[in-house]
T-cell receptor, first 117, second 112 residues
């Protein structure tokens, strides 16, 4: 597609529910990132994929958070047993490549706003 | 550790006046520096980047930024502000690895 697409745009979950957030990156983009943006804050890194390989998941806040990109294109961020502190905007970004000296500016989706009640 | 600081939460400027949004960074090695803009309920949009070369880089919508290695700064500037420039601005640094580190953002308000 023309840009990074995320769905749903808004999600309200009851505490304890599982949620799944989808990201459809720009076609051909090798690198895919997930970020968490709390209200009034900058994006915080969650995880990074290069193609289907999850190369860095050091930002995932707990083992309730899980991300996958099985075919190297669409990615899903899953949050199990949601807690109120999970309420945030989850941003997906893609980049052509981060290999070598590629500058790799990120192209962001509009985000999925998660509210946990 | 890599980090970015945006010392001003809020910047107000009159329409037509020059604007500056400040950013300082801390990174080991050569930095890749970026500015992004975020409009309400939208994702971040790329404005400009510094990788190497000329310290003054020009980007979208008339914005420019100056890389200053001695002061470890990368301030965003525009000669004449527009009301439509009102938004949230984020500075980011990449250290050559996979991670981008974002500042906490500066809210710019251009007053008509």
């Amino acid at each position: 597609g023309a840009g990074v697409s995320q769905s749903p745009r808004y999600k309200v979950a009851k505490r304890g529910q599982d949620v799944a957030l989808r990201c459809d990156p720009i076609s051909g983009h090798v690198s895919l990132f997930w970020y968490q943006q709390a209200l009034g804050q900058g994006p915080e890194f969650l995880t990074y994929f290069q193609n289907e390989a999850q190369l860095d998941k050091s930002g995932l806040p707990s083992d309730r958070f899980f991300a996958e990109r099985p075919e190297g294109s669409v990615s899903t961020l899953k949050i199990q047993r949601t807690q109120q502190e999970d309420s945030a905007v989850y941003l997906c970004a893609s980049s052509l490549s981060l290999s070598g000296r590629d500058t790799g500016e990120l192209f962001f989706g509009e985000g999925s706003r998660l509210t946990v009640l | 550790a890599q980090s970015v600081a945006q010392p001003e939460d809020q910047v107000n400027v009159a329409e037509g006046n020059p604007l500056t949004v400040k950013c300082t960074y801390s990174v080991s090695g050569n930095p890749y520096l970026f500015w992004y803009v975020q409009y309400p309920n939208r994702g971040l949009q790329f404005l400009l980047k510094y990788i190497t070369g000329d310290n003054l880089v020009k980007g979208s919508y008339g914005f420019e930024a100056e890389f200053n290695k001695s002061q470890t700064s990368f301030h965003l500037k525009k000669p004449s502000a527009l009301v439509s420039d009102s938004a949230l601005y984020f500075c980011a640094v990449r250290d050559g690895g996979n991670q981008f580190y974002f500042g906490t953002g500066t809210s710019l308000t251009v007053i008509p």
